[in-house]
């Protein structure tokens, strides 16, 4: 709940706006978070200047500055540290987990004992998936999902509480690496991105005071900008250890998660994801000897697609843009059927606990059925005479699996999907096997993930996008390299690369990042400007149908994300159409019965505090105080007898350190703060702890030009200062809230069909009536 | 000049300010503008709120937004286009120029010739240069230097004249070629950026109105905030066309250039670097066959050190820390020496034209002597049995130049020093020549590049840092990886690769931007942690002494360059410390005398406009006018004969795009404006062409988070508003020159002294005396 000015009948400070407004903000305050409705909040970015707090900063000294500077360094190098070395657990987990199974499976299968194969493969895929959903539902349900939203949500100033909690980090960790391993169609990226962030926001959070684990030295993080910066840190570092792509991840946070970006911050991501780097490459070294298990040289994805020599020329490019084009389409259509199976499964998932596990358990089953069943529909094939490799592939991964063939043969479609989606993007990807799929299996492949993906993501288990979205893309990719055969230079497996960068482009609309990411990926930097082309051609088509999938899942979930272009009928206009009442405000000296009932009868997070004569000759506005601070101030009994101004220094007890924002989910509660009568008739001066100067706009401002404002200082609440100096020295209060489109399109319906809208495509109604 | 709020003494408006404040704002408002002084300006970001936009902006149609949308990506698309064919024909024009120059002198020296061929070589050096610095001095001298620092200004919103005509274009790139051709060790990325802003600037303006060229579908563009995109985009393009490096360009862009970034705008930016990409592959594909002269394959810069296994341990980190340690200090000590020989030169260049061009003919002669002079110092070495190339190299560039030495034998120092900056990097850069080069060689040409460059970067022609900086950082390199020998199991060539990323990450201090470009460059992907761990030591001990170059230069040319953030001594001034008076109103209602006397007078660039009893009630601050708007009023003669409000479809005469802003250095003179005896005495009424909306701060806010308004929103004028509504509902002005950090301690001399500034090393008092 952010504090939007709406107030109580019974409001003790009488309204006395020039402009009386009736209209609420009804704007939810609530979001889905991971799988969970929960209530959100926002972030103070802003710099309260009050006197309380610019006191405690002049106190400070150059040890502090150096405190301050170092423990931002180590944080980051920490982050980066612990990030690669879960990143490279992870991967060491699920490909020993997801190994053994195939491996146990397979065995079975040499020996035909088909059906007892299947009983194994499928009990231990459940027995995974159904722990992933146990612990999720029951422990931490925010950790549901990919995160990637919730985090995205965070870094424009939205705070839910729970997602960077211990709790949510052990549960994703381990959620993940059961996810994946029981052969869902999920990723890991996703998930290491919310839990590079969630160790980044815990690590500033100053270790834990339950567990007597906090630092002194990490004071100065007890904020929501330096907080920010963290944990925009460790989103980057979460793709870079992910894909072991350091710049890619760095871009990754920089296009699309970060709200806010300074070029100090930009270098310090780059510091974080170089440590990651550094980390990864260390222990795939240690690993390289063999003694990590199935855990091999390409265990850390990695597809190599280095050829010598990568020549295209012109004649390559009308396919390139086709496939560009379809993939587009395919892509935002994929965006369009995920967020309809998040409506559907939403409302399961309401039901109770029990029913999301249930669809969990369902999905694993069907997910199992599909995987084993499917390769059956496929030919054997026999080996090609000129294989790089053992073929049929027995007992490890490659790209000729056996499944049920005799031997010489092989069978493609299993080696695709009867497989770990590392290894089947691998295989993909892989050159000089441009004759080693059938159509049919390719098709078959390219179908079950496009759909699988899209079934699996919603169910209550961390689960990323970016794998599924690029084996799909991959498959559509190579099916694409077949139909062109011979009339492209290109071979198959270059064309799977671009495929899934169209697919990636239609669906997560990306552009820098995604290119770095994949060139990263697969290590061939002469694909550049075709991935470019393909990049920017799907994007385009896409973005003419709908937005991002982020996006989709954070408007579905009911994050007030704030934008930062203004709708084009935001300018006609002003925040005084949209600023709603009667406001609430206080005193520089209030009684304390008044803070206290205020409080306990509004949710706002800030009220403006306005001085009236006799304490000045005319009434104007002094500031802003927060919630948070008021809470303090009761919370420390800073009463006066006398309703007379104090002097800052009579203010002893109460340190710097009692008003810094403590970790996610930590509150004062006003229901807890007991007073007695005699206190209650008590006053406070509020004036050290006001914000003297709060950001401010005039009420005939156009709301695209307060977006403007709002959105890039980074605020929580915006005054609205009247334009005639009339009675009141202030009008409203604009937040986040305010801003939504939908509020303020329920506001001024007329403005629906306003023809400055943005111009979008909408898929046929066929498809609308799915 | 930017309008600052300091008035005349005759004002007909009399100041009746509450804080009467006498100190006039003094900081420059000229800067040197390549290699003049011009005066300089800012740019208007803000979107103007009035009612005659806001009824030419309500009448725009479905069309209009079509048209906008489509010459957005057409521009871009043109830009990446030009850019490319622009970058591709200096490549060709200088590999093929300074060619001949190197075939013609080589073969005198095989002839043995050797006074004819110093006396070719050097005067065809003279010859070049004499050119570019008779261009550059006599028709655009704000082309001179590389223009990167102008460009940064530009994007941060201050306009300097003459940096972005066709003039100045023409100049640039031909000045460019002849000076890259005549062996000066400058470089051609640089000039491209300037170039390719340039290129947006020029088409963004719709064409040239004196050659008939303009087109009303870019009237669209005729404003700063989407002249500015385009110029992004176009410097970005200039790096992605230099380097061939896409990605890399884009982020220079992002990380260096930029001042403002949306997500929209990356995409757009990524967009026309692509193009680039595309448009110099194909017309390289043209050269293959060999029909661009002396320009061949690896004519663009494309350092290919692709090694099959570049295989690295732990012990090669700290060599490796070493060298980005030594090359962070060798690369401050860079930008330490060139700003004080820009300081001594410009001194030169103050004298008079004559003074430049003697400077740069003395560069010249200076650069041929050494050129020539040092190759003699080195012993002809054997040439390797196993060398994968002809030994010596004859007629063409490769790495074994024969110079004076018997057949058989080489010249080391010649293969690096008597050839092509591009070339030089090659030899440099390439594997498998680990015992080509001598110590004495090595140590001669790294101490000559480092000075020559430092010496070269100031005259009056086009010259770039980058190339300079990575061929002088590749030899330092290269004499590591001498020294560390067989202690390390990289060879010679990629060591050379990391010294130069950490001679860039000493000197330019960038990060992700460098990091991408080298890695374009090399096409070498793997080198990756390794160049991360360069660049980020480099530039830490780097920033421990000084800034980066280009802020260097643009702090010692005078652009008033806002910084992201704030001093920490801003938190302890308010608005009201700085803001200075006594201001200059205008009435809602004005004399058209009032009107031409305070724009005579005075050179703001804004003014409050305020309304009065008997117009309302009590005094309010209506909004701001722009100085570009009332001259276009008083142009267009729309004046009242009576003091009365009128409707905004009086102006019936006057369209939209009177009042859109022309292209860099086409302003309207007050001096040219004649009126008569009978208007001087009419009316004006400026409420429809006032901005009713500006952004206004109480007086009481602190510097530091005024500065983060005015910097985050780009803001040119920022209003203060008092407190206490008292007499004047508007206290003064702030613009860019109040915020910078000398103007504020001009003022308040007490906080130079104060423990809260920035923690920088000096260089000795002895490299002070320098």
């Known amino acids: 709940m952010a504090a939007e000015p709406n107030g109580d009948p019974e409001s003790l400070t009488q309204p006395f706006l020039a402009l009386q407004r009736s209209t609420i903000n009804s704007t939810s305050q609530v979001a889905i978070v991971g799988a969970n409705v929960c209530p959100i909040e926002s972030l103070d970015y802003e710099i309260a200047e009050n006197d309380f707090f610019k006191q405690d900063w002049r106190t400070r000294g150059k040890m502090q500055i150096f405190q301050y500077i170092f423990m931002k360094w180590l944080l980051c190098f920490l982050i980066g540290g612990i990030v690669g070395v879960i990143g490279f657990c992870i991967n060491l987990a699920v490909e020993n987990l997801a190994g053994v199974k195939f491996v146990v499976t397979s065995d079975m299968m040499l020996q035909r004992r088909f059906g007892m194969a299947f009983l194994v493969f499928s009990l231990s895929n459940f027995g995974l998936t159904l722990f992933a959903a146990l612990i999720t539902a029951l422990v931490s349900p925010a950790s549901a999902g990919s995160g990637i939203p919730e985090v995205k949500a965070y870094l424009n100033g939205v705070d839910a509480p729970g997602i960077f909690t211990l709790r949510t980090l052990f549960v994703k960790i381990i959620g993940s690496v059961c996810a994946v391993s029981s052969s869902l169609l999920v990723g890991k990226a996703g998930?290491?991105?919310?839990?590079?962030?969630?160790?980044?926001?815990i690590l500033g959070q100053g270790g834990s005071k339950r567990y007597g684990l906090s630092w002194k030295w990490l004071r100065y993080f007890k904020n929501d900008r330096d907080r920010r910066d963290l944990v925009t840190c460790g989103s980057a570092a979460g793709i870079a250890a992910a894909f072991r792509a350091p710049v890619g991840g760095l871009l990754f946070a920089l296009e699309e998660m970060a709200s806010w970006w300074r070029s100090a911050l930009l270098w310090r991501a780059f510091f974080t994801t170089a440590v990651v780097a550094i980390v990864l490459r260390a222990l795939i070294d240690v690993c390289l000897s063999g003694k990590c298990g199935l855990f091999g040289k390409g265990g850390l994805i990695m597809y190599d697609v280095t050829s010598s020599n990568v020549a295209y020329h012109?004649?390559?490019?009308?396919?390139?843009?086709?496939?560009?084009m379809i993939g587009g389409l395919l892509g935002s259509l994929y965006n369009f059927f995920l967020e309809k199976v998040l409506r559907v499964y939403n409302l399961i998932n309401e039901k109770g606990i029990a029913y999301k596990i249930v669809l969990a358990c369902w999905i694993s089953i069907f997910t199992s059925c599909l995987l084993f069943g499917l390769p059956w529909l496929a030919s054997c094939r026999v080996?090609?005479?000129?294989?790089?490799?053992?073929?049929?592939?027995?007992?490890?991964?490659?790209?000729?699996?056996?499944?049920?063939?005799?031997?010489?043969?092989?069978?493609?479609?299993?080696?695709?999907?009867?497989?770990?989606?590392?290894?089947?993007?691998?295989?993909?990807?892989?050159?000089?096997?441009?004759?080693?799929?059938?159509?049919?299996?390719?098709?078959?492949?390219?179908?079950?993930?496009?759909?699988?993906?899209?079934?699996?993501?919603?169910?209550?288990?961390?689960?990323?996008?970016?794998?599924?979205?690029?084996?799909?893309?991959?498959?559509?990719?190579?099916?694409?390299?077949?139909?062109?055969?011979?009339?492209?230079?290109?071979?198959?497996?270059?064309?799977?690369?671009?495929?899934?960068?169209?697919?990636?482009?239609?669906?997560?609309?990306?552009?820098v990042?995604?290119?770095?990411?994949?060139?990263?990926?697969?290590?061939?930097?002469?694909?550049?400007?075709?991935?470019?082309?393909?990049?920017?051609?799907?994007?385009?088509?896409?973005?003419?149908?709908?937005?991002?999938?982020?996006?989709?899942?954070?408007?579905?979930?009911?994050?007030?994300?704030?934008?930062?272009?203004?709708?084009?009928?935001?300018?006609?206009?002003?925040?005084?159409?949209v600023v709603s009442g009667p406001l609430q405000l206080f005193h520089g000296i209030e009684k304390v019965a008044n803070v206290v009932h205020v409080l306990r009868t509004t949710r706002h997070h800030g009220f403006p505090v306005i001085d009236e004569p006799p304490h000045s000759e005319s009434p104007f506005l002094y500031g802003l105080i927060l919630r948070a601070h008021l809470m303090e101030l009761l919370k420390k009994k800073a009463f006066l007898s006398d309703p007379v101004p104090t002097d800052i220094d009579a203010f002893e007890q109460i340190s710097a350190e009692d008003f810094m924002k403590r970790g996610s989910g930590h509150y004062n509660m006003i229901e807890d703060i007991d007073l007695t009568e005699e206190e209650m008739e008590m006053f406070l001066d509020l004036h050290p702890f006001t914000n003297a100067s709060p950001y401010t706009v005039v009420e005939t401002m156009s709301l695209a030009k307060a977006l403007i404002l709002f959105r890039e200082v980074g605020l929580r609440h915006l005054l609205v200062i009247p334009k005639i100096s009339g009675r009141s020295p202030v009008v409203g209060i604009l937040t986040r809230h305010d801003f939504m489109p939908e509020h303020v399109l329920a506001l001024h319906p007329t403005l629906i069909r306003s023809r400055w809208k943005r111009l979008r495509l909408q898929f046929p109604r066929l498809l609308k009536l799915f």
Not at 191 to 201: E, K, M, N, R, Y
Not at 552 to 561: C, D, E, S
């Open 314 to 324: 012109i004649v390559d490019v009308p396919p390139v843009l086709l496939l560009g």
């Open 383 to 511: 080996c090609p005479a000129d294989a790089g490799e053992a073929c049929p592939t027995i007992g490890r991964s490659g790209n000729y699996k056996k499944f049920q063939c005799p031997p010489g043969h092989y069978n493609d479609l299993a080696s695709l999907i009867f497989n770990t989606n590392d290894d089947a993007i691998k295989n993909l990807f892989s050159k000089g096997t441009d004759d080693e799929f059938q159509y049919s299996s390719i098709i078959i492949f390219f179908v079950t993930c496009y759909f699988l993906s899209i079934l699996s993501y919603g169910i209550v288990a961390p689960a990323g996008l970016f794998v599924p979205v690029i084996v799909t893309g991959a498959s559509y990719g190579r099916l694409v390299g077949m139909l062109i055969g011979s009339h492209s230079n290109l071979n198959h497996g270059l064309f799977a690369v671009l495929g899934a960068a169209s697919f990636l482009g239609g669906s997560m609309r990306m552009t």
């Open 191 to 201: 998930p290491l991105v919310h839990t590079g962030a969630c160790i980044a926001s």
């Open 513 to 577: 990042s995604l290119c770095v990411i994949l060139l990263e990926l697969t290590n061939n930097l002469l694909l550049l400007p075709l991935m470019m082309v393909v990049l920017l051609i799907s994007k385009t088509v896409a973005d003419a149908f709908n937005g991002n999938i982020y996006d989709l899942i954070m408007k579905a979930k009911g994050f007030p994300y704030l934008e930062t272009h203004a709708e084009p009928y935001m300018r006609q206009l002003t925040v005084g159409d």
